[in-house]
């Protein structure tokens, strides 16, 4: 019995021992002949790359499965693929770099900034300057040059973002320290007439943009106070959206706006075609996830006539948030998905410029573009299903001034 036991045990051991030379791999162990050539190029953050994209050529199996590589953090990665070379496994450590070689970004800094005589101090040079990096959530901001706050004069400064791979942007302003001058009652008539002028009719709106190919709305909220909808139907206006919730800061959830209700109930049920959109101060996607779930709460079924908006304006305080630009796409992305899932499309709104200059990529992104004026807008990599081209709008059934949209009916909800 003895001597079976001792017998089975080295076969066991010489089994392993086969299993090894001709069927596991020997690891980290290049055998002579076999190669493997790898791409020394350094990976920019964010650009979605997969292993074989690093492997320039070969003369071996490759067993590992092609997959998506860590390209969402900067620094030296490694990953481990398995190969054989003349019927022998192998394991070859494959090293990458991500690094970040993009600037950060301006997004509000004036050109010319007013300071008054013995009220302003260093705090007055960054109050409204907001920047932002598409990796780094904290860039640093430095300023050169000198400002005399107690006398009137011209100063130059300059704006200095550094992210924490070394990327930098400046800008250059203009300080100027001024007594401080009371406007006289004509002066301000004078800027209140100006204003009135360039209000827009609803039958402005319509002579100007109504085709076979559009149709004419309003987005309004509470803002806009009680809303006559059979006045507003009757004037031309052939859809609203409507907003339906706020979050007014990152820490607080986010609420409805107290007129929906009423609003949504009264526009059907005079005939418009209705969409809605949500204001959002998210700064996580876990609370934009929150946000698309109020939504799906809230409408409880109801179908729209128009993608549920994503509407994020928080650029004044970026800083505060302490997000990169790459969040705010995912922060989209989840809101998006959640809604969908459910069985609503969506769309992001933003103005030309910051779709343009602020979101990373557009992706496939249905869009509404804010662009007052009466040249059509231009946006990036995209198209857009609706256009706000003012937000001084007259109409009948409405005391305030109000959006003005244009839909178009032939682009695609994507």
Known sequence: MKKKIILIGIIVVIAIILAKVFIFYDKYKMPKGAEINISNEDIDVYDEINLYDLIKNNNVEILTEDEPLEYMNIGEHTVTIEYKYKMKKYAYDIKYNVVDNTKPIFINVPSTKTLYVNEGNEESLTKKVSYADNYDAKPDLKIEGNVNFNEIGTYKIKYIITDQSGNKATKDTVVQVKEKVKKEDSENKEDEE?????????????????????????????????????KVKNSGVEFVILRMGVMKNKDTPITIDNTFKNNYQKAKEVGLKVGIYVYSESNTTQSAVENAEFVIETLNGDKLDFPVCFDWECWANFNELEINLYQLNEMYDAFSNKLKNAGYDTMLYASENYLNNTWLSLKDYTIWVAKYSTKTPSVNDSDYILWQNSDKGRVDGIKEPVDLDIYYKNKVHK
């Open 194 to 230: 100006d204003e009135e002028e360039d209000f827009i009719s609803i039958e402005e709106q319509i002579a100007n943009y109504k085709t076979e190919d559009t149709m004419i709305g309003i987005d309004i909220s509470k803002w806009q106070g009680e809303v006559d909808f059979e």
